[in-house]
Antibody, heavy 122, light 108 residues
Framework: QLQLQESGSGLVKPSQTLSLTCAVSGGSISSGGYSWSWIRQPPGKGLEWIGYIYHSGSTYYNPSLKSRVTISVDRSKNQFSLKLSSVTAADTAVYYC??????????????WGQGTLVTVSS | SYELTQPPSVSVSPGQTARITCSGDALPKKYAYWYQQKSGQAPVLVIYEDSKRPSGIPERFSGSSSGTMATLTISGAQVEDEADYYCYSTDSSGNHKVFGGGTKLTVL
């Protein structure tokens, strides 16, 4: 059974960079046909897709966040990471990592981590 | 930017049929997916590609899509089905991945 687990700083100061890692177990991050994704949810609000990376290294980002987002993969550790720069209070959210199935036009998210709350505050 | 529109809330009595709608201009050409999110938990995929049900999802969950509207139907809703439900899809280019605003289902 595939499992994903987020980790990283739960408190980030405004203007700094948010960094999170998602450890994948029960499967290889190098498996073809899947993407590795980040999705967030501000407290009491809905879900927002951030972006994903394919095993090939190709990345796709939400246009509204693209200038601040970097997603990368570490195959040796079977994990992938998110960096979001120049954060503000509006970036406070529960951040989920997830596996995407399907190609770029049909991707959907079938396995999710439990989520980690990141608060942006001084 | 592309948007998917859902009603904020739906309420049914136990055993009744709950229907949650999702409207979007690209739905005639793009699949809809549905996620269930219970309080404090991660979302769970309950319907994919408009009408397919992942293994482990009860048969009372079904999906359909016609024109610009997709519908999640829960036949014989149970108290444990109380949750927020989100539709998900993409715009016509496939580049914008979007979730609907969510629908809070109350079963009481």
């Amino acid at each position: 059974q595939l499992q994903l687990q987020e980790s990283g700083s739960g408190l980030v100061k405004p203007s700094q960079t948010l960094s999170l890692t998602c450890a994948v177990s029960g499967g290889s991050i190098s498996s073809g046909g899947y993407s590795w994704s980040w999705i967030r949810q501000p407290p009491g609000k809905g879900l927002e897709w951030i972006g994903y990376i394919y095993h090939s290294g190709s990345t796709y980002y939400n246009p509204s966040l693209k200038s601040r987002v970097t997603i990368s993969v570490d195959r040796s550790k079977n994990q992938f990471s998110l960096k979001l720069s120049s954060v503000t209070a509006a970036d406070t959210a529960v951040y989920y990592c997830a596996r995407g199935s399907g190609d770029h036009r049909t991707v959907h998210f079938d396995y999710w981590g439990q989520g980690t709350l990141v608060t942006v505050s001084s | 930017s592309y948007e998917l529109t859902q009603p904020p809330s739906v309420s049914v009595s136990p055993g009744q049929t709950a229907r949650i709608t999702c409207s979007g201009d690209a739905l005639p050409k793009k699949y809809a997916y549905w996620y269930q999110q219970k309080s404090g938990q991660a979302p769970v995929l309950v319907i994919y590609e408009d009408s397919k049900r992942p293994s482990g999802i009860p048969e009372r969950f079904s999906g359909s899509s016609s024109g610009t509207m997709a519908t999640l139907t829960i036949s014989g809703a149970q108290v444990e089905d109380e949750a927020d439900y989100y539709c998900y899809s993409t715009d016509s280019s496939g580049n914008h991945k979007v979730f609907g605003g969510g629908t809070k289902l109350t079963v009481l």
